[in-house]
C-alpha cells in the first residue's frame, strides 16, 4: 500500500548531501563543499549501480551533479586573495 515510501528514504540520501552541499556552499566553506561535491557523485553512483533508484530519479540528480560541477570548477582556496595583510 505504501510502497512509494520505500524510495523516499533512499533519495533523502541524496538530498542531505545536497543540502549540506549548499550550506556549505553559501557559507564559503570550499573544501566542505568539495569533499559534498564528490560525497554526492559516489553516492549516486553506488545507488544507480545498485538500482536503488529509477532511471528518471538518475537522470534528475545527474543534472543536478553538472550543475554542481560548473559551480564548484574554479570553487577553491587557490583563488582566494590574502587580505588580511593589507
Do not use: C, P
Amino acid at each position: 500500500m505504501f510502497g512509494f515510501l520505500k524510495k523516499v528514504g533512499k533519495v533523502n540520501r541524496l538530498e542531505k548531501i545536497a543540502q549540506e552541499l549548499e550550506m556549505n556552499m553559501s557559507n564559503n566553506y570550499k573544501d566542505a563543499a568539495q569533499e559534498n561535491f564528490r560525497e554526492f557523485e559516489q553516492t549516486l553512483d553506488a545507488m544507480e549501480t545498485a538500482g536503488e533508484i529509477s532511471g528518471a530519479q538518475a537522470s534528475a540528480y545527474r543534472q543536478k551533479l553538472s550543475a554542481y560541477r560548473q559551480k564548484l570548477k574554479n570553487y577553491t582556496h587557490k583563488d582566494q586573495k590574502v587580505t588580511w595583510m593589507l
